[in-house]
């Protein structure tokens, strides 16, 4: 049937070209400042949307998110490069935004699903052709899943799904059993069926000796439909089509994959060349082989383009995944991240499956390609060269590694990607499951060659292992090739997801080694690190996850460096000082954290490790053996302090107060003040917005603090999420020691803090940024009236003699809040100014005073401001008055935003 409402959606794209589609965009966005800084706040992430559930992939990350990326960092009509891209989500959400892009992989199963993802199709000719299709395969296919109806007894009823098992002989009586119809007991383990044994039976123990269908689930055209006990025609059925494989595939020209399972990481994880599983067609039953082999064909012979054939073999590879032995339920088939062979699987309806993956429900083809149409539609012109791109193409993929690129230099406005997490996934042994059935449009021979791809294996011992050097190498490689083709002072900005210390580090070495540096705090405040949390419906309630686990991503946002380190001139260990000041800096990330894990560690000492160009000089330094050398650690997977350990029973020692959940504590109290209820996204995002890098909380302090302070509630009549209450009575909350963490958090020279403290908390600050530098202080005798402690910690300044000042200018020194002091010098002074009037009072009376009491007075004087008063206090600085009279190169106004350590110190 036609519509002509796609068509005419498609004329609407038309009737501009690419450079006017660009130009449109533009005028809607808002203009880019010259100088762009990293994000600085993390992105709700939602779910995916249908152009990314049409095919799986693995591992993709949260669309919007790199989204939100694209239009931080670039404009309409910039070039942005993916070197791994994976599922597409760079490719698409880019060519959304009317970017020009680049999509590199050298998995050919990750270019062909984005070529599908982004290809303009006509959405009727595609419907007509899933039409001829099913007019030419779908009787052959639904002839090898006849069944007989219960109700009318027709032969042909249709099975939807046949349930296999495995069939073991019992340890304790020798008996076969069907494990399906016996009891599970707990995870691996079961009770024997045989009512005289009733024994323990435990597969992984147990011998296998067959598998049988056990039930099926079937439709009928009298209207029956339901699951059934197997009964022998169903058996004889599939024992028929066993005994008659090689004939009619031989008969019919059948193509099916023979290419052998390769001896590779996956094949290590299940063992899979002793469970008979050496080549890839062993992972399917003979019945589905033949139906999945009669479809490919049927698709290739269809009178369609070349458009309408690639979303169908699309729609083909997408079915693949449903209907191997590798399904262990009826809902999602295929779906973990190995070659997992369930003792009972489902050997799904072929036919019936392709239909579902091509227009079934909400996770189809033809709704993928809809939104597809309307959100880029043939904005995407696919380009044979980057030469292209200059003119009206706009997306060019490339199969291959992205160590070597056919781009020129400095061409490319930004590098955005979500790389290979060391061996979190096997990306190319995981796509062959598809690959070799696509052979001829992948232009493949066999299998993936995988030999340059950026991942370690957990396994060793066959040919494409893959070590921690060659990851980290790998990834050097094709960062040293992004810097060549980025822009000077372009970004390069990855989503990371990795606890393990050894994966971060090579990471961020190959980073460094390659001419890029993740910002410093005089730059930016977070450093170019934000930690992203979770898509919340794929995150499980927090207290159910393991300890040490990880909960969504980083993004990092690494700057283009113009000088690459000399790598044969890097030294390969800390001096004894450098190894000094990191275990101490790894102390008081403990410390605060009240214990910390791997993924704690990180993102407290990358930053730290980079703002000392310490980075890539680790190259052979063994973090796990320092930490295990100086701290202990502990079965809940956390590093301590060795006094925090009993030697004895080695349990954790009890703990004061842990000043990571008293922030946290104080975070989820003010926004829960505010807002009464809210979703675990919500707190989420306040939590890691305000705590960054060294300051973010793991899950056990977020935990913690909403069990204490809080109760789950609905959000929202329904709205199936629960949200979050203060609780009615609430616990003491430690005010005191809040003021203490935050305090504390300052000494990892981080600003964002700083921004939370008020004026007494800021000057004790200043003052503990004093006794670092070894000098003394004096607090404004009004400010020490007010806080006894001040006092105590206050120089007392008896004379003016001692200062060598005269009496007048003794008696306004004194009354400023903070002053440093070396000796009986006075080496800088502070007002800590929280209105717009406190800070013209401080420039235009007492400082103004003070020096027109004593002109040649040489102490260096700020005034601190709110960063939002920041503008309003120069104003108040810089007048014609204070200009004549020398003021404004003699006093400093200070956000309080930057008022971290190293950029006072930088000041003095």
Partial sequence: MKRGGYMNELKLHKNLTVAEEIE????????????????????????????????????????????????????PGDVILDPFCGGGVTVVEGLKLRRKVIGVDLNPMATFITKMEVMPVDLD????????????????????????????????????????????????????????????????????????????????ECTKIGDEIVSVKYSCHCGKGGIKPADGSDIGLYKKIERSFDKIVRAEKLVYPKDK???????????????????????????????????????????????VKGTLTFTFSATISWTSNLTSDTGHGWQHHAYWIPNVCYEMNVWRMFEQRFKGGNNTVLKGKKESQKAIGIFTKFAGTQKDLKGD??????????????????????????????????????????????????????????????????????????????????????????????KPNGWMVMTFHNREVGVWMSLQRAAARAGFKLPDSS???????????????????????????????????????????????????????????????????????????????MTGLIPYLNERGLLHRLANFDLRSFLNGHFVFHKDKKWYKKEMVDKDTKSLKPMEAIPAELLTEGLVLSLLKEKKIASLDDILIAIYTALVNSHRPGIEAINKVLLRFCDQVKLARGEKRTGYKLKSVLPEHGEIKAVEAKIQTTLFGEDIIASKLDHNELIALLAKYAAKLNQDIHIGETEQRKVPNFKEISTKMLSPLEYGINPKAFDIIKEIDILWLKGKRIVAAFEVAYSIETADKAINVRYRNLFSEMPNLDVKTFVIVKDQDYSKAEEKLFTPANNKDGLCDRIKIVKVSNMTFDNIERKL
Avoid at 472 to 484: A, D, G, I, S, T
Wanted: with cysteine; aromatic share 10%.
């Fill in 24 to 75: 449109k965009y533009k005028a809607v966005e808002e203009p880019k400042d010259d100088i762009i800084r990293p994000i600085q706040a993390p992105v709700l992430a939602q779910g995916h949307t249908a152009i990314y559930t049409m095919h799986r992939y693995f591992a993709r990350r949260p669309h919007n998110v790199f989204s939100y990326l694209i239009k931080h960092y670039t404009k």
């Fill in 393 to 486: 193409k706009t997306c060019l993929l490339l199969t291959r590694s992205a160590h070597k690129l056919p781009i020129e230099d400095r061409s490319v406005d930004i590098v955005i990607t979500d790389p290979p997490f060391g061996g979190n996934v096997q990306y190319a042994e995981l796509c062959d499951f598809w690959a070799v059935w696509l052979k001829e449009e992948l232009r493949l021979k066999g299998v993936i060659d995988n030999k340059d791809e950026a991942i370690q294996t957990r396994h060793a011992g066959f040919e494409t292992e893959k070590t921690a050097d060659h990851y980290e190498n790998m990834l050097y490689r094709v960062f040293r090739e992004c810097h060549r083709v980025l």
């Fill in 523 to 601: 730059f930016d405040r977070t450093r170019g690190m934000i930690y992203q949390p979770p898509i919340e419906r794929y995150t499980p309630t927090l207290h159910l996850r393991a300890p040490g686990s990880m909960l969504g991503d980083f993004v990092l946002s690494f700057q283009r460096q113009e000088a690459q380190p000399e790598i044969d001139k890097i030294k390969e260990a800390l001096t004894p000082e450098e190894e000094k000041d990191f275990r101490n800096k790894v102390e008081e990330l403990i410390e605060f954290h009240g214990g910390a894990d791997e993924s704690l560690l």
């Fill in 261 to 307: 399972f390769p001896d590779g990481d996956l094949e290590k994880d299940h063992s899979l060349f002793k469970k008979g599983i050496t080549h890839f067609y062993k992972l399917f039953t003979k019945r589905n082989l033949i139906a999945n082999a009669r479809l490919k064909k049927a698709i290739g012979n269809i009178s369609s383009n070349n458009e």
């Fill in 125 to 204: 000719a595609m419907e007509e052709g899933f039409s001829k299709l099913e007019e030419k395969v779908k009787n052959d296919i639904l002839e090898l899943y006849y069944t007989e109806c219960p109700k009318c007894r027709s032969k042909k009823a249709v099975a939807e799904w046949y349930e296999w098992s495995n069939v073991f002989k019992c340890r304790c009586c020798r008996k076969p059993i069907v494990l399906a119809k016996a009891k599970k007991k707990g995870a691996g383990r079961y009770v024997c069926t045989n009512p005289k044994c009733k024994g323990l039976l435990v597969p992984s």
